[in-house]
């Protein structure tokens, strides 16, 4: 019996999804070295060793981790100096004792840092001014300010709350917009408006037509809710991460300005639309009132996003992130990674686009019955597995795609266990991210095809194997 076990590490205890949809592995676990037993991913304790379906049984040779779990912010704590504001040359000695607010990153946060002796100057600090990085965010989208706040979900509900300041306004979206199907309806729970959803086409776009009767039919109505504010996605993820069009971008704030709403882009990838068009972040985000943006998908950042906008929309954020909970105290750890992130953005997006369209090349060239893909329509690092026929569901598939067996490391010298998602009742899901190389594209894409040729087998013999269980191969 040849060839390479391999496990992909996942990090089901966290539900990471975003990280962890492709080839698992979670941007908040730190690296291994730096575990003393506890957290959640692999080596932890709620995550054993071998875990899986793959898990080391007797006999099989020992499992080798291809560890695809790099803590994405550990670069920042190499070779640590700490962030100190700059004395004023002109002031008392620069010697203050701060009684004003909770502490900064303690000493014993710092002592987790793995000292790199040979640390070249250069390195990134580990802590950044949240200030700066709002600065730099806002640049980067052209807009006059920007919040650091931790998630991009708290960005999209700020925004909401800000721009309808009156219960039960209307707020128009995507039936599929992660604003709306997710996240527990927090903008009619919170913000207090009233969500008309609209079809979302292939592209991720609103019909136009269909999006002005919308607003037509509400605007100046005594019967219906107050139009107020319409939310585009970008990238749609639902779409499979499609970037909308620019022209599409123009047309909308154009029907909005007509009617008086306002525009707000959740761009929680919008760094993935800009890379892909080509294009300034900036010159996506002038179609819109406010954006917000997310360091903690493709840019590999822990957490944390920013929402941009005007200076006076900026200034009645901060009460909104104030009420829901969101200003953060010792930040600077955050905005030192999402800087790192950001300013690696299109180096990285670039490869995990790569990675992502030849994943789906190699789907499209398998030419199974069992699954295909829609090329045209990977734009990005999103990658929609359509499932044809009703065997394997999107589930099971995924179960097989998980699974190790004898078989697998027979035919193809390989055990590779590739964790997807189940996105619908038709496709699953893949999502490319900095923790995925070409290598792990290739094995993947691989597993892939041992899987569908099998399923395929199955069916030509009219069995319908039982999905492995969770457990075991
Ligand atoms: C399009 C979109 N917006 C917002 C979010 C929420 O991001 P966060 O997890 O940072 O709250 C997600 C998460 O997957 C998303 O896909």
């Given amino acids: 019996m040849g060839g390479t076990r391999t496990c992909l590490p996942h990090c089901s205890p966290c539900k990471c999804w975003e990280s962890c949809r492709v080839l698992w592995s979670c941007a908040l676990c730190p690296p ?93 600090p580990v802590l950044f001014p949240p200030a700066e990085l709002q600065r730099r965010a806002a640049g980067l989208l052209g807009m006059e300010e920007a919040l650091f706040v931790p998630t991009a979900t708290m960005a999209n509900l700020i925004a909401v709350m800000c721009h309808c300041q009156r219960r039960g306004a209307q707020l128009i979206l995507g039936q599929d917009a992660h604003l709306h199907r997710f996240k527990h309806g927090g903008a009619a729970q919170v913000a207090g408006i009233h969500p008309q959803v609209l079809p979302d086409l292939p592209d991720g776009t609103f019909d136009l037509e269909r999006l002005e009767l919308t607003i037509r039919e509400a605007h100046g109505s005594r019967y219906h809710p107050r139009p107020e504010l319409i939310c585009l996605e970008n990238t749609h993820s639902s779409a499979g991460g499609r970037a909308l069009p620019l022209a599409y971008l123009r047309q909308v704030r154009g029907l909005a300005g007509r ?49 941009a906008g005007r200076r006076e929309f900026v200034a009645e954020a901060w009460r909104a992130r104030k009420l829901l909970g969101g200003g953060m ?27 992502a369209r030849r994943f789906a090349e190699g789907i499209q060239e398998l030419n199974s019955p069992v699954c295909s893909v829609n090329l045209a329509a990977v734009e990005t690092n999103i990658v929609m597995v359509s499932i044809r026929g009703g065997w394997p569901s999107p589930a099971e598939l995924c179960q097989h795609l998980r699974a190790v067996s004898e078989e697998e490391l027979a035919e ?45 087998e199955k069916l030509a013999q009219g069995l319908r194997p039982t999905p492995p269980s969770a457990g075991g191969a």
């Avoid at 692999?42 to 291809?66: K, Y």
């Avoid at 070779?79 to 002031?91: L, M, S």
């Avoid at 000292?115 to 250069?122: L, T």
């Avoid at 600077?332 to 990675?355: C, I, K, P």
């Fill in 32 to 124: 291994p070295h730096l575990q003393h037993g506890g957290g959640h991913g692999p080596g932890s304790p709620t995550e054993p060793r071998g875990h899986g379906p793959g898990g080391a049984s007797p006999g099989t040779r020992p499992r080798q981790e291809v560890s695809l779990l790099r803590w994405a912010c550990a670069p920042l704590l190499w070779g640590h100096r700490g962030f100190c504001q700059e004395p004023d040359p002109g002031g008392p000695p620069a010697r203050c004792q701060e009684l004003w607010r909770d502490p900064r990153p303690s000493p014993a946060l710092l002592r987790h840092v793995p000292a790199r002796a040979d640390a070249p100057p250069q390195d990134p």
């Fill in 259 to 307: 009617y008086g709403l306002r525009v707000h882009m959740d761009g929680a990838r919008l760094m993935n639309a800009a890379v892909a068009q080509d294009v300034e972040p900036a010159r996506i985000a002038r179609h819109c009132d406010s954006v917000s943006l997310c360091f903690s998908k493709g840019l590999g950042a822990p957490a944390g996003a920013v929402l």
């Fill in 329 to 355: 105290r010792q930040a600077g750890v955050l905005a030192a990674a999402a800087r790192l992130g950001l300013e690696r953005a299109e180096a990285t997006l670039r490869r995990d686009h790569d990675n």
């Fill in 412 to 456: 193809t010298g390989q055990a590779v266990s590739v964790l997807l998602f189940p996105w619908s009742a038709h496709a699953v899901r893949a999502v490319w991210h900095r923790d995925v190389s070409a290598r792990d594209t290739e094995l993947a894409k691989n597993k892939l095809e041992f899987v569908a040729r099998k399923c395929q």
